[in-house]
């Protein structure tokens, strides 16, 4: 097996993962605790994409606008359609990052990161400094993600998955299929 079928066929843990956090945020207000006792805001934002992929014709949905309501997206995952791509922020008590996720790769579309103070008339120090902000913004955006889908994975994993939080899962979206 080569490593663009070993992609394929996990494929769908970034887009049950997506389902799941949507899940988490809309439980908890928007805020998903994390092991360690790490809480992380998370928002799910006017732009999603829904699709049920392994029919005879591929069926998609997608939510875009600034006024769009994702209850769409719900009745969408009770025809079976799975959470292909969503925009969403995701905040610690110190910054916000807004990073559109697709989940089949499980690749980001972009991530924004909060500003970074502007670059004086200074010299290589400054521009230097202003690339290392930058990039520990990137790193900690990246970061809470990592955490996230690490929480995610270790609960797929474990036996309260099929008894505790899937039937929480389809009672949310009231959803009663084999998989999410």
Do not use: C
């Amino acid at each position: 097996m080569d490593f663009l079928d070993i992609l394929k066929e996990k494929a769908f843990l970034g887009r049950e993962f997506l389902t799941w956090l949507w899940f988490k945020s809309e439980q908890t207000g928007g805020s998903v605790e994390i092991p360690g006792g790490k809480v992380i805001e998370v928002v799910f934002h006017d732009r999603m994409t829904l699709d049920l992929i392994d029919v005879d014709t591929p069926q998609t949905v997608s939510i875009k606008g600034e006024f769009s309501e994702l209850r769409e997206g719900l009745a969408a995952i009770r025809e079976r359609k799975k959470i292909e791509e969503a925009r969403i922020s995701f905040k610690n008590p110190d910054n916000e990052y807004s990073v559109i996720i697709k989940g089949s790769w499980f690749s980001f579309g972009s991530l924004k990161t909060p500003r970074t103070a502007p670059i004086e008339e200074g010299g290589e120090e400054d521009v230097e400094g202003a690339f290392l902000e930058k990039m520990g913004l990137i790193e900690e955006g990246i970061g809470l993600i990592d955490s996230l889908f690490e929480y995610f994975i270790s609960l797929r994993i474990s036996e309260s998955w099929e008894t505790l939080e899937l039937p929480r899962i389809r009672k949310w979206a009231s959803y009663g299929a084999t998989t999410i």
